[in-house]
């Protein structure tokens, strides 16, 4: 079972026209809408400058296939002096009611042009005394809320993360699942005996506000040969079969390959199945040759008559589709195991 890519790829370029998206356009959430029958891609989009500023764009289809962007602006910025003044980029979209919401991995300063060698770069984060807090002072990435009826006017909730974590790859699910909010993310330094992990894993907690989330537990860590470090990528889709998500996981070759998983409806804490293996790898230009060589990133998925289209970003510079059929791939599911 794999994921087929669109021979139209990329389906969205950095944009030389606005020097805010002018060197990355990658890493997109994603909303099918029934009644417009549009697709809304938010995707990560950067610049020149050596602080490397990260924004949100957006860009609409009418087809899945074929993407327009919407304005020569960012729809959404980093803020002016909060938690996530440096980026906001990877998000994810939920919709409950008349809002979506959306998660985003943020930093309080930028992370600087992270692909060139330290004696190449000419901005780096600030350093701090040892009492400053710690996201300050390591710039470590925290994930934010942002809430938003129409993709160009928003509410910026707050951070959901634990300042104390660095903390990313955030997901909510799109209800609440027995009476509680639930949300996967994968911390960066739940790793040892102490969290039963070697490497950076997937895990859930659950809430009674999206902005307070306890009762941890992990949900997965590397098992297959191909994976190293993992975490989730794309919110959860109900299905009969259960709560189905993509994963991505890193290997030694550091290179990002996604997997796919069914979680338990009433407990979603509970694996049900898991791909043993890759369902796409990086293998051509726009996924190997970018910022980060060697990536495919999804941050959304939708589903159009029986389709599964995946948004993925490449290298850290391009978005990329791949798809496949929902059913297809749930029934490989069903014979995989936990």
């Not at 510079?317 to 059913?327: D, E």
Request: glycine share 8%.
């Amino acid at each position: 079972m794999k994921l087929q890519r669109y021979e139209g790829n990329p389906i969205l370029s950095p944009n030389p026209a606005n020097e805010w998206e002018s060197i990355v356009a990658t890493n997109p959430g994603a909303w099918y809408d029934e009644d417009s029958k549009k697709v809304y891609l938010l995707y990560r989009a950067a610049g020149e400058d050596a602080e490397h500023k990260i924004y949100l764009g957006l860009a609409i289809s009418k087809d899945g296939y074929h993407f327009e962007r919407m304005s020569d602006r960012p729809v959404f910025s980093p803020s002016a002096d909060g938690f996530d003044a440096g980026c906001v980029e990877d998000p994810r979209i939920i919709k409950m009611g008349e809002y979506y919401y959306i998660t985003y991995a943020s930093r309080p300063f930028p992370p600087g042009q992270y692909w060139l060698p330290d004696d190449k770069r000419s901005y780096f984060a600030p350093e701090y005394p040892s009492d400053f807090p710690r996201a300050l002072r390591n710039n470590d990435t925290s994930t934010g809320l942002a809430l938003t009826k129409d993709f160009r006017n928003y509410i910026r909730a707050g951070r959901l993360t634990n300042p104390m974590v660095d903390d990313r790859d955030v997901i909510l699910f799109p209800e609440k699942v027995n009476g509680k909010y639930v949300m996967m993310h994968r911390p960066m330094t739940w790793v040892g005996e102490k969290y039963g992990t070697d490497h950076p894993a997937m895990w859930i907690s659950t809430g009674d506000d999206l902005l307070s989330f306890q009762n941890s537990q992990i949900l997965a860590g590397a098992k297959y040969d191909w994976e190293r470090k993992i975490g989730g990528n794309t919110p959860p889709i109900r299905t009969d079969y259960g709560w189905l998500t993509l994963y991505h996981a890193v290997g030694s070759d550091y290179h990002y390959r996604l997997g796919a998983m069914l979680l338990d409806l009433d407990n979603p804490a509970k694996l049900l199945h898991r791909t043993p293996d890759w369902l796409i790898q990086p293998e051509e230009y726009y996924e190997l040759e970018g910022y980060y060589n060697g990536v495919i990133f999804p941050c959304g998925k939708v589903v159009i008559d029986g389709t599964l289209f995946v948004y993925y970003g490449g290298a850290d510079k391009y978005v990329g589709l791949a798809t496949c059929s929902l059913q297809e791939l749930l029934d490989y599911l069903m014979s995989c195991p936990a």
